[in-house]
């Protein structure tokens, strides 16, 4: 037992904690220093008093510097979220106590959805970073966290969509989801980039923009169900809309997010029965159709704007595979 304050309780490890109404609350901090006794204080009274180089006061900073700054909005979007998360979890904690074992606790406690786990430590390095520059710590202590994998269980192909999935959909789906749809396919971009389009990007035969990922400047001309689709639309609006006023739009007239459009799709998906194909895949049914009317990979890529063409191989692959096959029908035959 510890004796030389009240409600102290030393647990055989080592680590010590207040005892306070049977529930036991540990002091990090090393026994005998100040440190120790704040904590000691602070649990026994209740108070929580903001710490300096507090999480949450970093985050705050790093949101006002170059570094958040020049990120690209969906990069930003991600981020948010484990930002919040770090804020409700380790907030008013002193970014000098982070050790390389929170971290990967952190990540751990995280593994059911592996894609934010590996967020956490991608997102700490970036904040210890920030706070190496502040002058909070000398050492990035997140840095070398191996990334968890994915089990193999939840591991999901994004299935591309087929001919008679298209099919149902172009013949029955809403106008927004409908319009949604052909940019996907029509554009053969990341759906990140579907809901950035203006109407100065469209010319009445292409779309022009700029790549969130990859930062590339790409003109597209559109097909002609995108056409089709985008002329309806700029039609419905009953007069030429404004060159930065973006394509797609809710019933009331405003911007629709992401999350706004992927909702949005999958329950059109699920009232078609097509919940199967997702938004993605439709960027992947792009690379088909131009696969299957006899576009080489350098071509798709001008269409695509893949930065590697191993993607490309991939899906373009599996349709040059079934038109091959289809033609070597009609030649056994």
């Known amino acids: 037992m510890v004796s030389a304050k009240k409600f102290l309780w030393r647990h055989p490890s080592g680590r010590i904690y207040v005892r306070i109404k049977g529930k036991l609350h540990r002091i990090k901090a090393s026994e005998g220093t100040p ?23 970093l985050i705050g900073d790093y949101m006002t510097s170059d570094r958040w700054l020049r990120l690209k909005p969906r990069t930003r979007a991600d981020y948010d979220r484990v930002m ?46 920030h706070a190496i520059d502040l002058g909070w710590l000398v050492n990035n202590p997140a840095k070398g966290v191996r990334a968890l994998k994915t089990p193999d269980e939840r591991k999901r192909e994004h299935l591309p969509w087929p001919d ?12 927004l989801p ?8 029509g554009s053969v971009q990341r759906p990140g980039d579907w809901v950035g389009f203006r109407w100065g990007d469209y010319d009445g035969d292409s779309l022009t923009l700029r790549q969130n990922k990859t930062d590339k400047p ?5 097909t002609d169900h995108l056409k089709v689709s985008l002329d309806r639309a700029k039609a419905a609006l009953g007069a030429v809309p404004i060159a930065a006023r973006p394509i797609l739009i809710t ?33 992947y049914r792009g690379v088909q159709e131009l696969a299957w009317h006899g576009c080489d990979d350098d071509e798709i890529a001008a269409y695509s704007g893949h930065a590697t063409k191993e993607m490309i191989a991939k ?18 035959q």
């Open 164 to 175: 008679w999935a298209v099919e149902k959909f172009r013949n029955e789906a809403g106008a």
């Open 218 to 222: 790409l003109v597209l001309p559109c």
């Open 84 to 129: 919040t998360y770090l804020i409700e979890k380790i907030g008013d904690r002193d970014v000098k106590a982070l050790t390389r074992a929170d971290v990967i606790s952190a990540q751990k406690a995280n593994a059911h959805r592996t894609r934010f786990a590996n967020y956490i430590p991608q997102m700490l390095v970036i904040l210890c970073e």
């Open 35 to 57: 440190d120790f006794d704040r904590e000691y204080w602070d649990i026994l009274t209740g108070r929580r008093i903001q710490i300096k180089t507090s999480w949450r006061t």
């Open 315 to 332: 899906y373009a692959g599996e349709a040059r595979q079934i038109m091959r096959a289809r033609q070597a029908r009609e030649k056994r």
């Open 178 to 185: 409908l319009l949604i749809f052909e940019i996907g396919v």
């Open 251 to 283: 019933r009331e007239g405003n911007p629709i997010s992401y999350r706004y459009m992927a909702d949005l799709m999958l329950k059109e998906r699920k009232r078609l029965g097509l919940e199967a194909y997702d938004l993605h895949a439709l960027r």
